[in-house]
């Protein structure tokens, strides 16, 4: 089985003929443009044109047989390809549905490339324009080989439903003789979770809640295939952000792929128990704005919707409300990190109690110092031209703190408690320790052992080197926390003791209430144990984020914005260098930080149990080189896989394979309320 990420070497190879290229490619052939003549003028051998195109659809490389399928051929007898264009039609056609009209735009406001767009599974309304006096119109929808017949109202309307994505062939004919025949592409539309009607958002958090209390076995046999348990999501995610080795996901090029497919993948588990659903995506930046002296007042934490985003008990849990002691579970049938209590948990997260928790807290830092990301920030990141930052700002900045301050952190017992943290870098700072195999935690805890029992912390063994009996433990902790790199991993939090940072005192003095009456040693002392200790933290601030319901419809606005910026460099009103490379901290001298490490631990030689180090080298993380496949797959229907670059192009907005779209690009109400309009040409 080859490593994770990699590509089989039984998959051809070949530069893919996409809209993207690797860093170090060569370059690719450009793609044609998506204008709606085109699309109808091409047929299947213009595939490999479309944004999807890539080394799968170059090699004809699916995953799932031994002798393989020819995704051309595959596709040349679906619906992905555009029906026969208008070329002789008799009629003008205008497709709506009541959002539409109500809203006073067009889904995707007139950024998406089709002349007749449909919602799947909303009814739509298609309209002849000028209809005559004294004719009576008779419609026709094929969709994958079903005719479906129609007879139109006085006005030559009719309402039909699309219940699948893609290319659908509408003919519309007069008793005059009068014959057109239209091609209507129909995709799955998001939108903002504030944006759905009461009866879709309902309907989204019920079928949601199906896939959190419903096995995968038992899903899968009501549902179908595609249906994936949240305790097999949670697991994925733990199998590819809990490594050892290092964090496939994050922190590098193939984050937002990775959380798009991802989010993909749970939607169509959605779909599976109810075809209707889609994710919707959650604008903070409304948050930031409407509840910027308390984001938790946000509707969006109502216990009819989400839950309390900070509970109110001892324990952290959320105790009322529709997410109401929302199990985390130890998943039996799953191969996955856990932690030691047997919990789909991060391994270093020693937390025993089996519900969910969130806390706005880290230490005793409010929201861990940071705020809710806003229009200001997004401002300020739509001016890089680099794909590199978009995916950096994207993990970082844009994104990450929504984690942190719903998730939170706590200690067990009050000497480990802190004053700041600095947006939660001592937890970064831990898991890069125990990446390192200087922190160690607990294989196995018994059901009954007291949390304080069961704790992660550094072996003396591993601190020999460190060993200075004039220091509180006998360690020097200040030539440790040097030696290990986290004085140059976190420039602001472990800045050296006498420095002159905060009101006449440096961070570790502030952090760790250092006053007077401590001295240096001790203070550093405090770090180191902190460090070893780890603590406990909310699912949304770990590598089983995906427990919280409220990670589902956070990837999507991050995917929604990168689209905005997509659609706009190809109409040449901004600049996007369509590169795989991913910016880290360090390259832009903004400072690093612990999860940013670039660094892999190879932990092969390591017996279980065993007090061995492992081997930890400057390198990429696999999963995020352009070639490297994802772990979700199969989003066509066709067994097909994805790499990196495959997916990201797969994901062009104006791509007819692609089963989603948006409601909107560049709406954002918040910012348009204070005068940030970032995505005009002229702003």
Known sequence: MPAYGARDTAAAAGVPATSYQGAEGDNVPPTLQTNSSTRRVFSAVALSAVALAGAAFASGRVSGGASGVSLLDAYSHSDAVPPPGEITNEHSLFVSNELERNNGFRIGQGYLPWVHL??????????????????????EMTTAGEFNSFEADGDGSVEMLFKEAGWHTV?????????????????????????????????????????YTTSQADGEKMYGPKYRSIERLVS?????????????????????????????????????????????YWDYTIDAYEYSTDWTESPIFDDDWFGTASPDNADHVLETGRWAYTE???GALETSPRNPYGLLRSPWNTNPHPYLMRSRY?????????????????????EYTHLSKYFSNLNGYLHGPVHIMVGGQWWDNPDYEMVMTYGGELLLASKWLWRQGYVRCPEACSADMPSQDCVCSCPSEHLTEWADESWPRGINAYKFLKDVGLFNMSHEFFQNYDDDALAGTSYIQADFSCDGSVNETTCYDRVLKSLCHVGHAGEMFTSAAPWDPIFWPIHGFADRYLALKRLKADKGTTTLVKEWAYA????????????DTRHVCDWSEVDKGSMSMPDCYVGTCAGHHADDILP??????????YTNMEFLNFTDPTNDLLPYTYDTFDYYPACDKQGIRFWQDEY
């Open 632 to 641: 979700m797959s199969n989003f066509l229907g066709l067994g097909e896989t």
């Open 584 to 595: 880290h901290l360090v390259d832009d001298s903004t400072g690093e930080s612990p999860s």
């Open 236 to 280: 994925e995610h733990l199998r590819g952000a809990a490594d050892k080795e290092c964090d496939h996901w994050h922190d590098d090029a193939g984050v937002l792929t990775h959380h798009v497919a991802y989010t993909l993948e749970m939607e169509q588990s959605l779909q599976s128990v109810s075809p209707a659903v889609t994710i919707p």
């Open 328 to 330: 985390v579970t130890k």
């Open 171 to 211: 003919k519309l004919g007069g008793s005059d003789g009068s014959k057109s025949t239209f091609s209507v592409m129909s995709k799955f539309v998001r939108r903002e979770v504030r944006n759905l009607t009461t009866g879709a958002l309902d309907k989204f958090l019920d079928t949601l809640h199906t896939v």
């Open 118 to 139: 449909a919602e799947v599974y909303v009814p739509t309304l298609m309209q002849v324009e000028e209809p005559k006096e004294n004719v009576t119109y008779t419609w």
């Open 362 to 382: 880290v230490g005793n830092q409010l929201d861990g110092g940071w705020t809710m990301p806003g229009c200001s920030d997004f401002e300020s990141a739509w």
